[in-house]
């Protein structure tokens, strides 16, 4: 649990940092054009058009050249945590018979995803859904394996639960899952 919890809490950080950058980029462009922060040197004649655009755009690149590196810097760090994504991938993709069977026994045919406020959904089970995504390195386990229906594994996608939604699922499972071993929910892949 403490792994998925640190990779869950990484790329919430990793989105807040993304739109905190964006945020501050956008208002660093906005602010360059404020004529007190428009530095330029004119002739004697005056300013030509072409002065004050240049003045203009060297404010702008001013501005935005630390933002523009900062959100540089966290979109290779988004890359390489994708390639790493992409190199921890499950060579098989598909649940087998016995383990979808299994997984479908262990919930009882019942959708063990979460309804809303914290209780388990009330629909049959058509879908055996990786907790942790495929996509993201999420293994094609017993543990990985939670049984969904369709509305749920729609609603669900390719997202990374929180911790919250793992230790509701692992409670709710304690109700109805006689091992104490198969309550856990949740594995990832190591890389290879």
């Known amino acids: 649990m ?3 919890e640190r990779i869950y809490w990484t790329r919430v950080a990793l989105r807040l940092a993304y ?3 964006t945020v501050w ?3 660093a462009v906005v602010f360059s054009f404020h004529p007190n922060t428009v530095h330029t040197t004119f002739g004697t004649s005056g300013p030509s058009v072409s002065d004050i655009l240049r003045g203009m755009f060297d404010g702008v690149l001013a501005a935005a050249a630390a933002p523009a590196l900062v959100i540089l ?4 760090t988004a890359l390489i ?3 790493r994504d992409v190199r921890r991938r499950d060579p098989v993709r598909r649940f087998t018979r016995q383990e979808r069977r299994e997984g479908m026994a262990r919930a009882g045919g019942q959708c063990e995803m979460e309804a ?3 209780r388990r959904c009330s629909r049959p089970a058509e879908h055996g859904d990786h907790f942790y995504p495929w996509s993201k390195g999420g293994s094609t386990s017993l543990q990985n394996f939670v049984a969904a229906c369709s509305r749920c594994n729609r609603a669900k996608g390719a997202r990374i639960p929180s911790p919250a939604q793992q230790a509701r699922l692992e409670r709710r499972r304690m109700a109805y899952v006689l ?3 198969a309550v856990r929910v949740g594995e990832r892949r190591e890389l290879p």
Do not use: K, T
């Open 2 to 4: 403490l792994e998925l």
């Open 19 to 21: 739109a905190a950058a």
């Open 25 to 27: 980029l956008a208002a």
């Open 73 to 76: 810097a966290l979109v290779v």
């Open 81 to 83: 945590i994708r390639f």
């Open 116 to 118: 809303g406020f914290s």
């Open 179 to 181: 091992s104490e071993d």
